[in-house]
Structures are given as structure tokens and as C-alpha cells.
């Protein structure tokens, strides 16, 4: 008999729709028209910011990827900077007071307001859901702060005396590029359970500038042997180069399975990918102009492009989904043995770019689409087949995202159930006072003969026997017993005067690791 496990990949299918994905994104689009500067973009769903001068001084402008509409966010004559959106709002650092501030617009309301104000400069803002991130000089020394949208109310992250950069959020974990130790080096701390000033997640030779954060992935620039590469590193995790070419390769940013970055390869400034599903890394904008400072959520890509009259405009790209779903977590196991005749066959479906199709999902056992009969989530498939023959069973799960890409995961287990046998037995008087008593004990040796199965709370349930004796006593704590293993029960009968020999059947009951209740040598009588 041969267990196996295999991945299949609907390859015919997956190609076609590669190369219509491809054409559908091999050209990238200019999001802004205007002749004038615009930088340093973010993007957060449909909603698209940047800086803009066309005004003659730093403005705020957004544009709507649904509806190809472009606005204003803020055209104060003052000098607006470095916007970051959730989608829902976007924030900016403002230096209308005569220092950087941050102010706050609600894209749904069209309410604009202050922030964080008050002395010293407060700048550089990240956003995760409706926490800020941002640098605060207000003590003398640059010092890392988090904002909650909802309660406006400031914790400080890292208040170290040396100089802190660059924050980066990602849920409740804030990282950024710390001078503690003299060079800088990438610190992290999480809101919901705070280190006092954060500790140290990337240190050691080299200076580590310029990280972002998705989930608990970390990237950076690291400057080491006099050029600049990008580095991942997943929180708990080693430290793993993501760029090994000899050019300089800098402000890398990352949204789930993606990384892209600024690469000068090709002797200029280009934007290039890694796809960490694939491990296949590809050129996203590229040209004899420079691509700069990108910024990506899920698979869309936004950079600033310069143009022939030197100034730079914003363009995008929507990065082509070829990865297939991931299917994880298996139960029962791939080539496990010994599970039990009534399984939980489950699961795990995930898909980080496009999103898994729930109605792409079906579920064969042993040959038989049993889909309707699952529970479906948007992680995970669970299916309760009841009791089901002893022996090999085969599960096939197909599954796709929204892009087309199929994955089949198949696999295979082997169920039984527990086989209790009495290979041997050995009767003995306990002591002299059982010998005048009639009290007999007999040793009962069970042995589990099943393959890989446990038997669970094995326990004697009844013993009748023949020529008037009875068991006047069993044992009373069941036992489990692994598969190939042996365990003793002893039990005692009342022998009555003149008996010389009597005959017995030791009833005994157990379950399986379902649950599922057995008896041998079969049920015990009622009587």
C-alpha cells in the first residue's frame, strides 16, 4: 500500500488566465495629468494621495481608482506633506502654524481638522486602521508616538534620549529606525502590550534604515558593504535578503505577500517586486526616467514618475495575480494512520492578493463531492463524513480566488478503530485471608492489536461466570492504551465452596479519539 500526498495546479487554466492578467496590467497608468510636481504618494484601497504643487506651493490631492475622479484635499497656502490614507481618512503633516502639525481629513464627512498640534514638530505619519503613527521633537530628540483616531488620545512608543525615524504600523505593532547604539538599527514595539522604548528587532553590523510592516513581516534597507539591500524578516523569525543584485536597491514597502522597492540596476530609479508566494521577483516600472518612492496595498502599486520637463507625476499599476490559494492545515494528516472511524476532515483556505472564491471550493471524499454537505468559511472547510470503514480514504480540495488561479491539495489517511484482545490470564490467590474467603484474582492482560489507534478509557464493565461464582470486584479507573501496548485488569471473584473450575467473560468497554464507543468481546448483557 502506498500513502501519498500531491499538489496540483490547474496549469492550463492558471496560464490562460496569467496571460490575460498580464495584458490587463502590463501597462502602467499615470494617475495624475498636471504638469507640475506631485509626490510622494500612499494608496489604501480605491483611494489614492499624494503632495501636489500645481498651486504653486504643497497641496494634498486624492484620486477614486473606481470612478477615475481626482480632489483636493487640502490647498492651504502653507506647505502640506507626506500624506497617508486608511481609505476612510487621510493625514498629513502641516506647517500652517509655522511648525509641521498633523491634521486629519474624513473622506466621508469632508470634515478637515488638527490632529496633533502643540510645541515642537510632529511628522512623518503612518496609519493602520484608526491608529497613527508619527515622530514627535517636542522633547528635544525625535520620539516616536501613536494617535488613536477614535479616542484622539497620544501614547508615547519609544522616548529613548537618542534620535528615532521612520515609524511604520501595521495593526498594533509599530516599528522604526532607532540611533540608540550609534548607527541606526530597526526597533519595534506593540500598543496592546508596550516595551518601555521598544526593543530591538534588527541590530548588528551595518546600518538598517527605512522599514515597513504588514502583519509580522518586516522589510528594510540595509547598508552593508558600501550598497544598500532589502532584507525580511518575520517577527520571531531570521533575517533573510530579499535583493542580491550590486546595485542599490532602497525604500522597500510590503502589503501582504508583496514587496517592491527602488532598485538603480538599470542605471536609474526602477520599481521592482518580489512575490513571496512564488519567490519570483519581476520589474514593475521601468524606463529611462526614474520610478520612486512606491507605495502598494494588496496589488496595486503607486509610484512617482519624473517626466521629460524634470518634474514628477503619480502613476499606478495593478500587479497581476498568479498565485493560486494556499490549502493548509490538513486534518486528518497526510499519510497519518490510526484515525479514528468518524474524522473531521478540515482545511485551512487562504488566499492574500485577490481573495478566495467561496464558489470555486469542492470537496471529494473517496470519489464523492460531499461540498454541500461541508461548512464553508472564508478560512477554512469542515466536513463530518460519520462512521466510515476501516482502511485508506482519499480527500480532494479544489479551490480559486477571484483571479482564476486553481490549486487541487490531495491527500490521504488511513482509519481504524480500536481491537482489544485477552492474549493471556493469570489467576492467583491475594493473600491467605482471600484464600479462606474463596476471593480469587485474576490478572486479565489487554492487548491493543489496532494499527495507530488508541484505545481510550479502557475499563472492565461486567464479568459473569459460570458454577455460581461472581466478580465481586472490578477496577474502577479506566486505562488508555496506545496501539501494540498491553495493560492489566484485575478482577476478583467469589469462588463458593466445592468449585474446583469455573469459565468467565471479561466484558470490556472503550472509545476511540472521536468519542466513538466500543465493546468486546461485544456489548455486555443487561443482566
Known amino acids: ?55 504653486g506651493n504643497w497641496d494634498i490631492y486624492r484620486y477614486n481608482i473606481s470612478s477615475g475622479s481626482e480632489a483636493i484635499v487640502a490647498d492651504t497656502p502653507a506647505y502640506q506633506n507626506l500624506p497617508v490614507t486608511s481609505g476612510l481618512v487621510v493625514v498629513w503633516q502641516d506647517n500652517r502654524a509655522g511648525d509641521n502639525d498633523l491634521y486629519m481629513k474624513d473622506l466621508v464627512l469632508g470634515l478637515e481638522q488638527p490632529l496633533v498640534t502643540g510645541p515642537g514638530n510632529q511628522g512623518l505619519p503612518s496609519i493602520s486602521g484608526t491608529h497613527v503613527a508619527y515622530v514627535d521633537d517636542s522633547s528635544g530628540s525625535n520620539d516616536i508616538y501613536v494617535i488613536d483616531l477614535a479616542t484622539r488620545t497620544s501614547q508615547p512608543v519609544c522616548t529613548d534620549p537618542a534620535s528615532q525615524w521612520q515609524p511604520r504600523i501595521s495593526n498594533s505593532r509599530v516599528v522604526w529606525q532607532d540611533n540608540r547604539n550609534g548607527k541606526w538599527d530597526i526597533y519595534m514595539n506593540d500598543i496592546d502590550d508596550p ?127 498568479i498565485t493560486p490559494p494556499a490549502i493548509s492545515g490538513l486534518n486528518p494528516a497526510a499519510d497519518s494512520t490510526g484515525v479514528c472511524p468518524s474524522p473531521t476532515i478540515s482545511a485551512t483556505l487562504s488566499d492574500n492578493r485577490t481573495g478566495l472564491d467561496p464558489g470555486s471550493v469542492v470537496l471529494l471524499f473517496d470519489g464523492m463531492d460531499v461540498t454541500g454537505d461541508a461548512s464553508l468559511t472564508d478560512t477554512a472547510i469542515t466536513y463530518q ?14 479551490a480559486a480566488d477571484y483571479a482564476g488561479n486553481i490549486i487541487t491539495r490531495e491527500w490521504q489517511f488511513q482509519t481504524s478503530r480500536p481491537e482489544l484482545t485477552i492474549p493471556w490470564r493469570t489467576a492467583f490467590w491475594g493473600s491467605y485471608g482471600d484464600y479462606t474467603s474463596g476471593i480469587l484474582s485474576v490478572n486479565f492482560t489487554l492487548k491493543n492489536s489496532a494499527t495507530g489507534t488508541t484505545a481510550v478509557g479502557v475499563q472492565a464493565l461486567v464479568s459473569p461466570a459460570s458454577s455460581g461464582v461472581m466478580a465481586v470486584g472490578l477496577p474502577s479507573d479506566p486505562v488508555d492504551i496506545d496501539t501494540g501496548e498491553q495493560a492489566l485488569v484485575l478482577v476478583r471473584y467469589l469462588i463458593p465452596p466445592g468449585v474446583t473450575g469455573f469459565t468467565t467473560t471479561v466484558y470490556i468497554g472503550c472509545s476511540d479519539t472521536c468519542g466513538g464507543q466500543y465493546y468486546f468481546p461485544g456489548p455486555p448483557p443487561e443482566n
Open 1 to 55: 500500500m502506498r500513502i501519498f500526498m500531491s499538489t496540483f495546479l490547474g496549469i492550463l487554466i492558471a496560464l490562460l488566465l496569467l496571460f490575460q492578467n498580464l495584458a490587463l496590467a502590463s501597462t502602467p497608468v499615470q494617475v495624475t495629468s498636471s504638469s507640475a510636481n506631485q509626490g510622494r504618494p500612499d494608496i489604501s484601497g480605491n483611494t489614492i494621495v499624494w503632495k501636489d504643487l500645481r498651486a
Open 195 to 321: 516595551i518601555p522604548n521598544g526593543e530591538p528587532l534588527v541590530a548588528g553590523p551595518g546600518e538598517h534604515m527605512v522599514s515597513d510592516i504588514s502583519g509580522n513581516r518586516v522589510v528594510w534597507q540595509e547598508h552593508a558593504d558600501g550598497q544598500y539591500d532589502i532584507y525580511m524578516k518575520a517577527i520571531g523569525g531570521a533575517e533573510l535578503p530579499l535583493t542580491s543584485d550590486t546595485a542599490y536597491q532602497s525604500s522597500p514597502r510590503i502589503s501582504g505577500d508583496l514587496v517592491v522597492w527602488e532598485d538603480y540596476r538599470n542605471g536609474n530609479w526602477d520599481i521592482f517586486m518580489l512575490d513571496l508566494t512564488s519567490g519570483k521577483e519581476s520589474p514593475l516600472a521601468t524606463g529611462p526616467s526614474n520610478q520612486a518612492r512606491p507605495a502598494l496595498d494588496r496589488e496595486t502599486v503607486v509610484w512617482e514618475q519624473d517626466n521629460a520637463a524634470g518634474d514628477y507625476n503619480i502613476w499606478m499599476i495593478a500587479v497581476p495575480d
Open 385 to 398: 463524513p460519520g462512521v466510515v470503514a476501516d482502511g485508506d480514504h482519499t480527500v480532494s480540495l479544489t
